[in-house]
């Protein structure tokens, strides 16, 4: 069963602007987690963010979570051509059993 | 560096074939998992571990089996290999404590023939 879905689908951006991407989910949740691949590769975890936190910084990276809307963002300032690639949302249900639940992911480009 | 290492980064079996696919942690995490990832689905949960010896069904555990033995090594077997498990392969692990990300490996691209 997918969670999440993210949106857009595909982002294409030039380098040096921002980059948003959104993720729905519809069960409640623990804590919403964002994941980055690398075409071919495996996933790398880039933040977490609990269900009792409404934004997070890392970085580059801003994370916000509207609970009450089940959605979440995350942005991506002065992209690079080295950001390119997918980025998915994982949620961790409030059960906590562990297991992540991923969307389909954003594909994003950053043309140089 | 911490890691997760899959066997192999590239397989190429055949039909009805038995296939192991195995995958070693070195964090000393207690959770393990097989997704596989097609394009178009996403990341789909095959199974999961949370301890030695232990085991759960994910979302598609037909057609695959799993053996963790030992806390660090957690082995995706396919019983008979069949073209529509041609995909790629992710294990990843996580601490049983709440508040941590995964850590996965290179992803094994297994293609059934």
């Known amino acids: 069963s997918q969670q999440g879905e993210e949106d857009p689908q595909a982002l294409s951006i030039q380098e040096g602007e921002n980059a948003t991407m959104n993720c729905s989910y519809k069960?409640?949740?623990?804590?919403l987690q964002w994941y980055r691949q690398n075409s071919g590769r495996g996933l790398v975890h880039l933040i977490l963010i609990r269900s009792n936190e409404r934004e997070k910084h890392s970085g580059r990276l801003r994370v916000t979570l509207d609970t009450s809307k089940k959605s979440s963002s995350l942005l991506i300032t002065a992209s690079r051509a080295a950001d390119t690639a997918s980025y998915f949302c994982a949620t961790l249900g409030s059960s906590n059993t562990g297991k992540l639940i991923f969307g389909q992911g954003t594909t994003l480009q950053v043309k140089p | 560096d911490v890691k997760v290492t899959q066997s192999s980064r590239y397989l190429v079996k055949r039909t009805g074939e038995k296939v192991f696919l195995e995958c070693v942690q070195d964090m000393d995490h207690e959770n393990m998992f097989w997704y596989r990832q097609d394009p178009g689905l996403g990341l789909r949960l095959i199974y999961f571990s949370y301890d030695v010896k232990m085991k759960e069904k994910g979302d598609i555990p037909e057609g695959y089996s799993v053996s963790r033995e030992k806390k660090e090594r957690f082995s995706l077997i396919l019983e008979s290999a069949s073209t529509n498990q041609t995909s790629m392969y992710l294990c990843a692990s996580s601490p049983l404590q709440e508040g941590h990300g995964y850590t996965f490996g290179s992803g094994t691209r297994l293609t059934v023939v």
């Open positions: 069960t409640s949740i623990n804590n």
